[in-house]
């Protein structure tokens, strides 16, 4: 558990995920100019989503926010949206819709578009109309999801060990520790993610993890109907697992065989609260992708819980009975068989289900998902090769008529790495569970780009950020935002801001900012004639001496 926790720190370095449910619409349309304020602003999205009451918030033209507080569903559980204030005299001029909803898969979706009433305008936005999300809460819930994958591995490998490979391991103390640490495990991560599942999607921080208001709009949400199934489940395997330590070693096989078909409709159970809740639901061909997600989660318990259950039964358990020997070379050649199906069963089904979440080869290099799994298929490839040394060696480990062979050195060491490499694949899952699957990151239409472009000027007060955002980022007429922000995160003024833009070979394009408020550098209508990848150019001047150019690429579509 230390190493996967350990890999997942190191992979996960950001906040909540991206966006996993697509804007469809809005009305008004993004960018559009109306006559008139419209009296609700909405937004409809691919699949259904759930919206806090500040969950789209409308500012006007001068700043000031306009929206009545009160984001809810509209009709459908696909269309969000928020009334607008109606004064005495409706201001004209460019409005600033801010968004931020949980989609169906229990992720964080957030963006922005403008529209104009009148006229286009000057927006004054502040930088922050709807939180980022906190790092603290995105980094603690991804482990925190990585450690229920293992728990899950651990409850459901250990016992299907027992069951399959060796009964008599049921009265070793190190066998049963490991099924009591993936029980608790698998109960102390549900009620974490319970917890956290509020901050974490309206993107708050730490200290709102024991809001009790917070806690029960997780509860009414599909994810909060999922953990309370699970919990209620795990009730169930708390009594299973002590009749199953008091009985096993005095059943016959039709005992064993009825003890096997519960634990099979437990774990099963407990499977479909995380496919029920994750990427499975929504999406593609939801009605296959269920039951192929349980089965996967399933085999990946058997195979992988069931090599830690093996690496502590490699050696005698030093516990009460110093005579107590390693697991019998039967029980490890009957491993190696289970294993050998077990990866059978994932390569079909993890096949399926990264050609429903990729939706192209191009996207295994263009997006966060698919570099992800790239990752992870690399790692299995290599688990693989170690899964084949310890197959062969179990093969010669083997018991001949009445003659135990031992066990090698060699056997010993491949499992454990083999055990190892699980963790680390676990830790990636879990990543790509946050992760925005790349049918629908490449599947976007065209919306606002928000880029982040750090600088350093190398004089006093020289270092920063800059917050770039370009809207509609679509061929035509663009508004493009530049927010300076000092090492704190707080707006503050350079003594020169200056822009270009690059495609191809043409420009650079200059873009005109204007300086609208502390911070802030705005420019109207830039046209941009060209879709496709372009890069934008910011110089950053600090003093007399002190400048700095920085670029980053965006896509205009």
Known sequence: MA????????????????????????????????????????????EPVVVAADGVRVFGPDGAEVDNGHAAALGRSTTVGVGLVRGD?????????????????????????????????????????????????????GIVRAAAFASYALLVGSIAFVLLCWPGAIARRDVRRV?????????????????????????????????????????????????????????????YLVLLCAWLGHLQRRGRAYFGALGVALAAGLACTWAAADHAAVG???????????????TMGLWLGGLATLVV??????????????????????????????????????????????????????????????????????????????????????????????????LRRSVLVEA????????????????????????APPGPVHRVIRYDTGGPNGRGQLMVDVDPAAAGPNTVRITVE??????????????????RQLGPFPVALQHTGPGEYVAQAVQLPYSGTWQIRVTVRTSDIDETTVATPIDIR
């Not at 730490?206 to 009730?235: C, Q, Y």
């Open 486 to 503: 000092d090492p704190d995160g707080e707006p503050h003024d350079v003594a020169e801001l200056r822009s270009t833009l690059t495609v």
């Open 89 to 141: 005299r409706q201001p004209q001029g460019t409005f600033t819709v801010s968004w931020r909803v949980i989609s169906a898969d229990s992720h964080p979706v957030a963006g922005a578009f403008t529209f104009s009433v009148g006229h286009p305008s000057a927006s004054r936005a502040p930088a922050a109309a709807q939180p980022r999300g906190s790092r603290a809460v995105g980094v603690v819930y």
């Open 313 to 410: 039964t490699l050696r005698p358990a030093g516990t009460t009975k110093a005579t107590t020997p390693a697991a019998p070379e039967l029980a490890v050649h009957r491993f190696s068989s289970i294993a050998t199906g077990s990866i059978v069963i994932l390569i079909a089904t993890g096949s399926y289900q990264s050609w429903r979440q990729l939706g192209s080869w191009a996207a295994f290099g263009s997006t966060d998902y698919g570099r992800l799994l790239l990752v992870k298929l690399g790692i299995v490839a290599v688990m693989l090769l170690v899964a084949l040394r310890s197959h062969q060696a179990a093969r010669n480990g083997v018991t001949v008529f009445w003659h135990r062979l031992p066990l090698t050195t060699t």
């Open 284 to 298: 593609l061909q939801p009605a296959v992708a269920l039951p192929v997600d349980v089965v996967h989660l399933l």
């Open 420 to 443: 190892a490499l699980g963790a680390v694949i676990l830790s990636v899952t879990a990543l790509l569970v946050n992760a925005e699957p790349g049918r629908t990151a490449t599947a």
């Open 3 to 46: 190493v996967l926790c350990a890999v997942f720190g190191l992979l996960a370095g950001t906040g909540p995920a991206s966006a996993h449910a697509v804007l469809i619409s809005t009305d008004p349309v993004a960018g559009a100019v109306v006559a008139t304020a419209p009296a609700t602003v909405s937004l409809t999205f691919g």
């Open 179 to 239: 099924m009591l640490v993936g029980w608790a495990g698998l109960l102390a991560t549900s009620i974490a993610t319970l917890l956290l599942q509020g901050p974490y999607g309206n993107g708050l921080g730490l200290d709102r993890v024991f809001d009790s208001a917070i806690v029960s709009e997780t509860l009414d949400s599909r994810l909060g109907a999922a953990l309370t199934a699970r919990l209620l489940l795990l009730a169930l395997a708390g009594g």
